[in-house]
């Protein structure tokens, strides 16, 4: 019985070592490395942990902009430097493999001309309403210190360039040799599980917006026009609601950014 059973332990053992030998070796390390990448910035990135063992080293006056600071840079270097680090270091050859060039920028250039005004407009819509005006930014001293918001806007720059190169740069580019076009996909299903907390028009909203940044990344053959895209939406909001509460100013008409305009002046 013994022998019998020592028999199929091998027989299974040499069937997982085969089965493992045959895996892409980019591929697993790209899928598993952004699984494990996720998960320290959910740990390591926490504000929260942040304000427990790191802020009674800085003055109280810049303990929450830190602890925002230390939720976005976690992001810019689990989500950007040390996948990119990792993906040059064992499999890329060059920066185009990775995602990191320039690549069809006329493109680029065409589609965030074309959209970056839209996201403009309706950000300033949104920003006349005193909710989101109580919300952005999520930093609200940055409202009123030019100086803090730009520091606060600069980090959370760097937070975007993190959150899109891990999926649209790692992800895509990196498991691109194995599945082909179909990596659009692959890279925006953990895309939108991150989203299932949001409420659900913006959580399913992310399933779309996931697919088709994909795939003008693919087409442009550049992560880099995903940041712009996306970051947009934030930083125009929170600039809009800055100016907001600076000046005052209510409503969405011509007429209200002439308003905003002379009391800027």
Known sequence: MLRALSARVRREWSRLYRAAASLDGQTTFVLTAAAGLVVLQFVLGNRGLFRTHLAS????DWQELAGWGWWFGMQG?????????ALRAFFATDRA?????????RVASVVAALYLPVVAVG???????TAFQEQYPHHQPAT?????FLIYEALFLFYWIGWEYLW?????FGTAPAFGLSAIFVQALPFAALHVAKPWPEALLSIVGGIALGALVWRCRSFWIAVPIHAAQMMLLDLWCTLRARTGVSGVGPDAVVD?????G
């Open 144 to 148: 009123r210190d030019w100086g803090v």
């Open 77 to 85: 270097l689990l989500g950007f430097v040390v996948p990119a680090v």
């Open 97 to 105: 493999e990775m995602g990191l060039g320039l690549g069809n920028w």
């Open 123 to 129: 950000t300033w819509v949104l920003s006349d309403g």
């Open 168 to 172: 649209r740069g790692f992800v895509l």
């Open 57 to 60: 080293f800085l003055p109280p």
């Open 260 to 264: 905003l305009l002379s009391r800027l």
